[in-house]
Structure formats: C-alpha cells, structure tokens
Nanobody, 117 residues
Framework: EVQLVESGGGSVQPGGSLRLSCVAS????????MSWLRQAPGKGLEWVSS???????SYANSVKGRFTISKDNAKNTLYLQLNSLKSEDTAMYYC???????????RGQGTQVTVSS
C-alpha cells in the first residue's frame, strides 16, 4: 500500500522559509518520479514541482527560483524547500507519486503552509 506522509508546514511571515518533507513507503521510491502539489483556499489543485528518477527537476513559473525540490532515496524522503514565501503561497501542500494530471496522482494528507504578516 502506497503511503505518503508530509510534514514541515507552518505559519511564516512573507519572505520567510520552510522545508517540507514527505516520507514514502509501499513502493520503490528511487525509481519513481515524485511531485509536490498545492491547493489554496477556494481554488483547485495546482502542480508545484516534480523530480524524476534521474533527478531532473521542473517547477511551476509561480515558484521557479524560490522553491527547490529534492529527494533522499536512502531515506525514501522527498523535500521541498520554500524560500521568499509570499501570501499567495498559502495553501495545503501535498506530496504525490508520479507525474501528470494532479487530480489523478496518489497523494498524502497534506501539510498546511500559511504566509501572513
């Protein structure tokens, strides 16, 4: 059974930083692409970033240059470093297995990020 457990969210001021983590189990983490998704209040699920099994990374334009995705295959853990946070980054952040249509990806329960002064 695939399990994805996110952590690391919280409340920060604009310009602050957070590091999200996602511990994966139930599948071969090292050979799978992984993604981060987010959903802001009242909005749809949005793709944020992905990393494939060759460590090739991609980002949504809205976070490029501010967020960094990475993974530690030895720990079965996916990370998302969030820097220079803005109020519009406020959302529930989800770790997801695979690439593609966000609504079709298997994801965890999420971790809340709130950016507010």
């Amino acid at each position: 059974e695939v399990q994805l457990v996110e952590s690391g969210g919280g409340s920060v001021q604009p310009g602050g930083s957070l590091r999200l983590s996602c511990v994966a189990s139930g599948f071969t983490f090292s050979t799978n692409s992984m993604s981060w998704l987010r959903q802001a209040p009242g909005k749809g699920l949005e793709w944020v970033s992905s990393i494939d099994n060759n460590d090739y990374t991609s980002y949504a334009n809205s976070v490029k240059g501010r967020f960094t995705i990475s993974k530690d295959n030895a720990k079965n853990t996916l990370y998302l470093q969030l820097n220079s946070l803005k109020s519009e980054d406020t959302a529930m952040y989800y770790c997801a297995k695979g690439l593609g249509n966000p609504t079709l990806l298997q994801r965890g329960q999420g971790t809340q990020v709130t950016v507010s002064s």
